[in-house]
């Protein structure tokens, strides 16, 4: 099956620096990716998304990167504030399979007022 | 719209007692998932539904767990008996009818505690 790899496990920024998070995949048939942003006590909620026909999708401050051929896929937030802190994962959902969703470790961002 | 209900939030049992929580998908949401996640780890599919049937339980220990979504709407997992290692948050989800990958939407989760 699919394997996501996420990376790097805690992140710490300042107020209004830019964060990075970066996953990589294993199975080429996958093609749609989304990303979660998970606080305390909740569950995980869809942030944003891209799919393998798309190689950057932005939204407000937050957005995606893909590269297909290298079989990664970036989360990139501008301007952070408190409010991004939180944990946050990526997945990636196989094009033949498409309600299966297999999702990395999770990233632990943390934004220093 | 409500979201994807989950109860109970919080569930503390000594091992080898039995229990079962409970899912609410969003109206008309035809797919339902159970995760569970462990600290510090993504989530991971124990079952996933297609309206009453369950099309994709390869990562349920079927010895102990089981799990039901009668008529297509809610859904119950259950464990008995409860082991150390089932302590985790066991999250329900659910996603609607349409072309191409769907959106997942969470509930809270379960945190279960198997003491």
């Known amino acids: 099956g699919e394997n996501v790899e996420q990376h790097p496990s805690t992140l710490s920024v300042q107020e209004g620096d830019s964060a990075v998070i970066k996953c990589t995949y294993s199975?080429?048939?996958?093609?749609?990716f989304p990303w979660y942003k998970q606080e305390l006590g909740k569950g995980p909620q869809l942030i944003i998304d891209i799919r393998s026909n798309v190689g950057e999708k932005k939204d407000q401050r937050i957005a995606v990167t893909l590269n297909k051929t290298a079989k990664h896929f970036s989360l990139h937030i501008t301007e952070t504030q408190p409010e991004d802190s939180a944990v946050y994962f990526c997945?990636?959902?196989?094009?033949?399979?498409?309600?299966?969703?297999?999702f990395g470790s999770g990233t632990k961002l943390n934004v220093k007022p | 719209e409500a979201g994807v209900v989950q109860s109970p939030r919080y569930k503390i049992i000594e091992k080898k007692q039995p229990v079962a929580f409970w899912c609410n998908p969003i109206?008309?949401?035809?797919?339902l998932y159970w995760y569970r996640q462990n600290l510090g780890q993504g989530p991971e599919l124990l079952i996933r539904?297609?309206?009453?049937?369950?099309?994709?339980d390869s990562q349920l220990p079927k010895d102990r767990f089981s799990a039901e979504r009668l008529k297509g709407v809610d859904s119950t997992l259950k464990i008995q008996p409860a082991e150390l290692g089932d302590s985790a948050v066991y999250l329900c989800a659910s996603s609607g009818p349409g072309q191409g990958a769907p959106e997942q939407y969470f509930g809270p989760g379960t945190r279960l505690t198997v003491t």
């Open positions: 109206s008309g949401h035809n797919t």
């Open positions: 997945a990636a959902s196989i094009s033949y399979n498409f309600n299966k969703f297999y």
């Open positions: 199975d080429s048939a996958s093609n749609y």
């Open positions: 539904y297609e309206n009453e049937e369950a099309v994709d």
